[in-house]
């Protein structure tokens, strides 16, 4: 019966470590490939399947699919993007199928393992700027995160109500309306 209890919590525990990217195509990745060397010689590594992730800039929706346009940040051991403040550039992903551009949009973490196609040059404000391009095998959406709300007041310690008990009927706190 020990073992069992071992076993089990053992599993519900490294289950919530989980890559997000399909073990399958996880094993199709090289992770030789750093983005990097991706971004100075694409055309070497076309046909390989990376592993990249980031955070969406442009969401763009086609006839025969969706491309997202994504600027590269580490990722942790379970694909998550970490680090969006430094980035090695940019890359295109393109998904075969339709990706709702209202939540693919600008500024949510995504993890994709794509394979390589090669380089497309657009135009990223006043230059040519070359990205790499993806054909999307497998992606994940992160949640949002949001901030959790906290009380101003912690265990009430700055509550004019914890600071004087007799604080409605004090005239030292006349500024303070109940």
Not at 135 to 155: A, G, S, T
Request: with cysteine; charged share 25%.
């Amino acid at each position: 019966m020990r073992g069992i209890l071992i076993v089990a919590t053992t599993v519900l525990c490294f289950s919530g470590c989980a890559h997000v990217i399909s073990k399958e195509v996880r094993q199709e990745v090289n992770t030789e490939i750093a983005f990097s060397e991706l971004r100075e010689t694409t055309q070497a590594y076309q046909g390989e399947v990376v592993l990249l992730g980031g955070v969406i800039v442009k969401t763009v929706n086609k006839k025969d699919g969706t491309l997202l346009e994504v600027y590269q940040t580490e990722i942790d051991r379970r694909g998550k993007p970490i680090q969006l403040d430094v980035s090695g550039g940019r890359f295109l992903a393109y998904y075969k199928g339709f990706l709702d551009s209202e939540l693919y949009r600008k500024g949510r973490r995504v993890t994709i393992a794509g394979i390589v196609q090669g380089e497309q040059t657009l135009r990223l404000g006043e230059l040519d700027y070359r990205y790499p391009y993806l054909v999307v095998r497998d992606i994940h959406l992160w949640r949002q995160e949001q901030l959790r709300k906290y009380d101003y007041y912690p265990w009430g310690l700055w509550d004019p109500w914890c600071w004087h008990p007799w604080y409605p009927w004090d005239p030292a706190y006349p500024w303070y309306d109940p």
